[in-house]
């Protein structure tokens, strides 16, 4: 305790424990702030409790000894952040002859473990040029994983740790892995021995301990975590790939196992979470869990998988010369506008390629289908990374029209305009570019600067509409621009993923506003009440009977109202549109809600809604 501290406590005028974080802030210690980083304490006035410390980011700052005491921390000299300050030129020298030193020094100061972004903050630009950093850690991470003093993850996010100095880095691995208490613990271990396999070279006993633990980890978590349980089986077989003393029992789950037992869905939902390397794992396993069925179960789950699943599975059928198979798939739903948002924008994209044979005037369809049912349904943005694609790719609406004939290429353009996802504005860059490739299109545009036809919506829906932009202008924008600001105080706007990720938020947030603010501003309430019966209008209820003589009813609503399990659809949407100004008698073409499957109704009776 320092003295001048010391007689306070004896003359009781402060607790001791007081006085002992007091001394901590004595001059000649040293100290870390949130925002200025670390620092020296250079000088105090103890009767006016004042404070001036040499912070790395503000020299000669003078505090209020009760906001230093509350907002600092002490630090030992020997931290690495206290010799930034006073010893820079040796940390300087060390970083150019001993990089692995550096580095373990670093990671002691900071308990042990720190994420690579985070060490890059603390020695490029101060210890390590900024210029020359990238080289610099290229070469120190070589080095450091060679010494195995310190576990080197792969990404950046991901924390270095320091190893146990007692133990070998072979133990202190399969440490890892025993002290793992759950399944997502024993995959990070088991990722981290495949990274450093090297250090098992003369000791694979310890893993072959390990594999018996996987083994029964995997089947526990396969009745409830099939995605960790695939997980935890994909990276000990990576192990095993890595390592040549290792061989896997002939009685030890593999993926196939896990994925014929599995439901389908299930399946998909599961492994469309996981990274790619793991993913492609699971679906080369396809053939050996469903042997000459494997293509056909592979396809099933195509377009369920996510945007990296799509990607694999169909490189896989590719390489094994099955993608006959998979555009068969895709023609079908396709046709039945059945096919996912991921797995179009795959079509999309490889359009002179893979799916050449299957990009045509139903892919436009399917897209414009899409984005429409998802802009009236209730629930989170389905098609957003669709929408974008068709705006950023300048060529894909040019390609699309081009492989439809003049009628099929006017029936989209119309539907394109009568689009509720697109505002004006991207609405006229849209058409220009269809223009541009099908001149014929242009008489459509020639009205362009009439009224927008008003929205009939339901009670309910509009106030549901109303209720989303107030949640946004009171409670998601003002958070959002607040996570900008967090965001942009962490620093280094290139490399800040906080940061982009809260400003690519807060374009979608701003887009749904406008779209909120047209849509409400357009919108007409309405109950429906008394709705005219002699035609098919929105607020009436139809009766029709199918091809075999069974009976289906359905209601045609508001713009915003879309129950298809009910059979509600809006007057705006493909099924909708269709239905309109029908009479008793009229055959229609209508897609079924929940097969997608194209039948032909007759009508039978039409009745209001709310009479």
Same mark, same amino acid.
């Given at each position: 305790? &320092?003295?001048?501290?010391?007689?306070?406590?004896?003359?009781?005028?402060?607790?001791?424990?007081?006085?002992?974080?007091?001394?901590?802030?004595?001059?000649?210690?040293?100290?870390?702030?949130?925002?200025?980083?670390?620092?020296?304490?250079?000088?105090?006035?103890?009767?006016?409790?004042?404070?001036?410390?040499?912070?790395?980011?503000?020299?000669?700052? !003078?505090? =209020?000894?009760?906001?230093?005491?509350?907002?600092?921390?002490?630090?030992?000299?020997?931290?690495?952040?206290?010799?930034?300050?006073?010893?820079?030129?040796?940390?300087?020298?060390?970083?150019?002859?001993?990089?692995?030193?550096?580095?373990?020094?670093?990671?002691?100061?900071?308990?042990?473990?720190?994420?690579?972004?985070?060490?890059?903050?603390?020695?490029?630009?101060?210890?390590?040029?900024?210029?020359?950093?990238?080289?610099?850690?290229?070469?120190?991470?070589?080095?450091?994983?060679?010494?195995?003093?310190?576990?080197?993850?792969?990404?950046?996010?991901?924390?270095?740790?320091?190893?146990?100095?007692?133990?070998?880095?072979?133990?202190?691995?399969?440490?890892?892995?025993?002290?793992?208490?759950?399944?997502?613990?024993?995959?990070?271990?088991?990722?981290?021995?495949?990274?450093?396999?090297?250090?098992?070279?003369?000791?694979?006993?310890?893993?072959?301990?390990?594999?018996?633990?996987?083994?029964?980890?995997?089947?526990?978590?396969?009745?409830?975590?099939?995605?960790?349980?695939?997980?935890?089986?994909?990276?000990?077989? =990576?192990?095993?790939?890595? %390592?040549?003393?290792?061989?896997?029992?002939?009685?030890?789950?593999?993926?196939?196992?896990?994925?014929?037992?599995?439901?389908?869905?299930?399946?998909?939902?599961?492994?469309?979470?996981?990274?790619?390397?793991?993913?492609?794992?699971?679906? =080369?396993?396809?053939?050996?869990?469903?042997?000459?069925?494997?293509?056909?179960?592979?396809? &099933?789950?195509?377009?369920?998988?996510?945007?990296?699943?799509?990607?694999?599975?169909?490189?896989?059928?590719?390489?094994?010369?099955?993608?006959?198979?998979?555009?068969? &798939?895709?023609?079908?739903?396709?046709?039945?506008?059945?096919?996912?948002?991921?797995?179009?924008?795959?079509?999309?994209?490889?359009?002179?390629?893979?799916?050449?044979?299957?990009?045509?005037?139903?892919?436009?369809?399917?897209?414009?289908?899409?984005?429409?049912?998802?802009?009236? %349904?209730?629930?989170?943005?389905?098609?957003?990374?669709?929408?974008?694609?068709? %705006?950023?790719?300048?060529?894909?609406?040019?390609?699309?029209?081009?492989?439809?004939?003049?009628?099929?290429?006017?029936?989209?353009?119309?539907?394109?305009?009568?689009?509720?996802? +697109?505002?004006?504005?991207?609405?006229?860059?849209?058409?220009?570019?269809?223009?541009?490739?099908?001149?014929?299109?242009?008489?459509?545009?020639?009205?362009?600067?009439?009224?927008?036809?008003?929205?009939?919506?339901?009670?309910?829906?509009? =106030?549901?509409?109303?209720?989303?932009?107030?949640?946004?202008?009171?409670?998601?924008?003002?958070?959002?621009?607040?996570?900008?600001?967090?965001?942009?105080?962490?620093?280094?706007?290139?490399?800040? +993923?906080?940061?982009?990720?809260?400003?690519?938020?807060?374009?979608?947030? !701003?887009?749904?506003?406008?779209?909120?603010?047209?849509?409400?501003?357009?919108?007409?309430?309405?109950?429906?009440?008394?709705?005219?019966?002699?035609?098919?209008?929105?607020?009436?209820?139809?009766?029709?009977?199918?091809?075999?003589?069974?009976?289906?009813?359905?209601?045609?609503?508001?713009?915003?109202?879309?129950?298809?399990?009910?059979?509600?659809?809006?007057?705006?949407?493909?099924?909708?549109?269709?239905? !309109?100004?029908?009479?008793?008698?009229?055959?229609?073409?209508?897609?079924?809600?929940?097969?997608?499957?194209?039948?032909?109704?007759?009508?039978?009776?039409?009745?209001?809604?709310?009479?």
């Amino acid at each position: 305790m &320092h003295p001048d501290v010391a007689k306070l406590v004896d003359a009781g005028r402060i607790p001791k424990p007081v006085g002992e974080r007091l001394s901590q802030l004595a001059p000649g210690n040293f100290c870390l702030h949130k925002s200025f980083g670390a620092g020296k304490v250079v000088d105090w006035d103890l009767p006016g409790k004042k404070v001036t410390i040499d912070f790395e980011r503000s020299s000669g700052q !003078m505090m =209020e000894l009760q906001f230093a005491f509350q907002k600092t921390e002490w630090i030992p000299s020997d931290d690495f952040r206290a010799k930034k300050i006073e010893q820079l030129e040796e940390l300087r020298t060390l970083a150019k002859k001993d990089p692995v030193e550096l580095i373990v020094h670093l990671l002691q100061s900071h308990g042990g473990s720190m994420t690579g972004e985070a060490l890059e903050k603390e020695i490029s630009g101060g210890v390590v040029a900024e210029g020359n950093f990238k080289k610099w850690w290229d070469s120190a991470k070589k080095t450091l994983k060679e010494s195995r003093r310190v576990v080197v993850p792969q990404k950046r996010t991901e924390a270095l740790v320091l190893r146990d100095s007692d133990r070998t880095p072979a133990e202190s691995l399969v440490a890892d892995f025993e002290a793992a208490r759950d399944i997502k613990g024993m995959i990070k271990a088991l990722e981290a021995i495949a990274a450093d396999i090297g250090a098992f070279e003369n000791d694979s006993d310890a893993l072959k301990r390990l594999l018996h633990d996987i083994d029964e980890g995997a089947k526990k978590a396969a009745r409830v975590q099939l995605g960790q349980a695939l997980q935890l089986v994909a990276a000990r077989d =990576e192990v095993i790939g890595s %390592s040549k003393a290792l061989e896997l029992d002939p009685t030890a789950v593999r993926l196939s196992d896990l994925i014929l037992t599995a439901d389908s869905f299930k399946l998909a939902e599961e492994a469309g979470t996981l990274p790619s390397g793991r993913q492609r794992a699971i679906y =080369e396993a396809f053939p050996n869990a469903f042997g000459d069925e494997w293509v056909e179960k592979m396809v &099933h789950v195509f377009d369920k998988v996510g945007a990296r699943g799509v990607t694999e599975i169909a490189r896989i059928l590719s390489d094994r010369g099955e993608l006959e198979a998979l555009e068969n &798939h895709l023609r079908s739903t396709l046709a039945r506008r059945a096919l996912g948002p991921d797995a179009l924008i795959w079509v999309c994209r490889e359009r002179k390629g893979a799916s050449a044979e299957v990009f045509s005037a139903d892919v436009g369809a399917s897209i414009l289908n899409l984005l429409e049912n998802d802009h009236l %349904s209730d629930g989170p943005r389905k098609t957003s990374r669709l929408q974008t694609l068709l %705006s950023e790719d300048k060529t894909l609406l040019q390609d699309l029209v081009e492989a439809m004939d003049i009628n099929e290429a006017r029936n989209f353009s119309r539907r394109l305009l009568d689009c509720p996802v +697109f505002a004006e504005l991207e609405k006229k860059s849209l058409m220009a570019r269809i223009i541009k490739a099908r001149p014929e299109t242009a008489e459509l545009v020639g009205g362009e600067g009439k009224k927008e036809e008003p929205l009939l919506v339901s009670w309910d829906s509009l =106030e549901k509409k109303k209720i989303e932009l107030d949640e946004l202008i009171r409670v998601r924008i003002p958070q959002n621009t607040k996570d900008i600001s967090i965001a942009r105080s962490y620093g280094d706007l290139r490399e800040n +993923f906080e940061y982009k990720s809260a400003k690519d938020l807060q374009k979608v947030l !701003m887009r749904r506003k406008s779209e909120l603010e047209k849509d409400i501003a357009r919108a007409r309430g309405t109950d429906f009440k008394g709705s005219d019966a002699s035609k098919v209008n929105a607020g009436t209820v139809i009766t029709f009977t199918d091809e075999s003589g069974k009976e289906i009813v359905m209601t045609v609503l508001g713009a915003w109202d879309s129950l298809p399990e009910q059979k509600i659809v809006s007057y705006l949407s493909e099924v909708g549109k269709s239905l !309109m100004e029908r009479t008793v008698g009229d055959e229609v073409k209508v897609r079924d809600s929940v097969t997608e499957a194209l039948q032909t109704l007759t009508i039978r009776s039409i009745k209001p809604f709310n009479p």
